[in-house]
C-alpha cells in the first residue's frame, strides 16, 4: 500500500471514531460558545416597589426562609438585620463592631456568613437567631458573598471570584471573569440564580451574569433608570443588592442608601 493511500486510510478511520463518539454522546455534539459571541442584554420590568432603609449602605442582600437577611456597611455603622419586605421596618438588628466595615453575606447549612472590606476577618451567625457563633478568616478584601449550596463565593473588588471550603474555608478554585476576553473587575455583591452568578458592578448600573465555571459573562441585566437620581443623596448611593427567592423564583434589587427595594422580572 502506498503512503498516500495508508494516510487515507488511517484519515477515515480517526472520522469514524470520531463520529462514534458524537453518536454514543447524543445525536450531535453540543459546539462550545465562541468565546467572542455576542453577550446577551436584558432589560427589566418593575413587579413590586418596596420601602428601604435610606440610611442603609447596603453590601448584602438575601431572603432566607422567606425572611429578608441585610448586611450594611460604613465603620461604626455596620451590622446585620432581618427586615420585613413589604414595610421596610427593620426586625432585628446585630450591630458590627468597630474598626469593622460590615461587607457581603450568604446562608449557607444553616448559618450566616458575613465578610469584612480590608480585615480578612469574617463573622457567622445563627441564621435563625442571628446571634453570632464563630468567626473566619479570608486573605484579600471581601466585597460580595453567595454560595452555590457547596462553596462560598466571594468577590474581593477585581475580576476574581473565589470558592471557599465552608468548613475549613481554604480557596478551592478561582474563576477569572471577562466578557469577551476583557475582565470585568470591581465584581461586588453577588448572588447564585438558577446556575449562574448575578453580580453588581462597582458604580455600574448593569448586573453581570457569569458561568460559574468558566467565568465567561453570558448576559448583562441593565437595570438603568430604576430609580429616579433625584432621590438619591450620596455619589456612593450605587445599585448593590441582589436577593433570589428561589421557591417562589422572584429577584429583588436595592442599592447603598436607596429608598426603594425592587421585585424584578428580568425581560429576554
Not at 477515515?12 to 454514543?24: E, K, M, R, S, Y
Not at 454522546?25 to 462550545?32: F, I
Request: aromatic share 10%.
Amino acid at each position: 500500500m502506498s503512503l498516500a493511500a495508508k494516510l487515507s486510510t488511517f484519515l477515515l478511520c480517526i472520522t469514524f471514531v470520531a463520529g462514534c463518539h458524537t453518536a454514543a454522546n447524543g445525536d450531535r455534539a453540543t459546539p462550545a460558545p465562541a468565546p467572542n459571541a455576542p453577550v446577551q442584554k436584558y432589560g427589566y420590568q418593575i413587579v413590586n416597589i418596596w420601602p428601604h432603609d435610606s440610611n442603609a449602605f447596603t453590601q448584602g442582600l438575601i431572603l432566607v426562609d422567606g425572611k429578608l437577611l441585610e448586611s450594611t456597611g460604613q465603620e461604626g455603622r455596620s451590622s446585620l438585620r432581618s427586615v420585613e419586605l413589604e414595610t421596610g421596618k427593620v426586625l432585628k438588628k446585630v450591630d458590627v463592631p468597630v474598626p469593622y466595615f460590615a461587607e457581603g453575606i450568604a446562608s449557607l447549612n444553616g448559618k450566616i456568613y458575613q465578610l469584612t472590606w480590608q480585615h480578612q476577618l469574617g463573622f457567622i451567625y445563627d441564621a435563625q437567631s442571628l446571634e453570632r457563633v464563630g468567626e473566619f478568616n479570608y486573605a484579600g478584601e471581601g466585597w460580595g458573598l453567595t454560595t452555590d449550596g457547596q462553596s462560598l463565593i466571594l468577590s474581593d473588588g477585581s475580576n476574581r471570584l473565589r470558592f471557599l471550603d465552608p468548613s475549613s474555608f481554604r480557596v478551592t478554585k478561582t474563576i477569572a471573569v471577562s466578557d469577551n476576553r476583557a475582565p470585568v473587575n470591581e465584581l461586588n455583591e453577588l448572588e447564585y440564580v438558577q446556575g449562574s452568578i448575578y453580580a453588581n458592578v462597582w458604580h455600574d448600573d448593569r448586573i453581570a451574569m457569569i458561568d460559574p465555571q468558566s467565568g465567561r459573562v453570558t448576559g448583562w441585566i441593565d437595570l438603568t433608570g430604576l430609580i429616579p437620581q433625584g432621590e438619591l443623596r450620596d455619589e456612593e448611593a450605587v445599585l448593590n443588592g441582589i436577593a433570589y427567592d428561589q421557591k417562589n423564583d422572584k429577584l429583588f434589587v436595592t442599592g447603598k442608601l436607596w429608598p426603594r427595594l425592587f421585585e424584578i422580572k428580568v425581560k429576554r
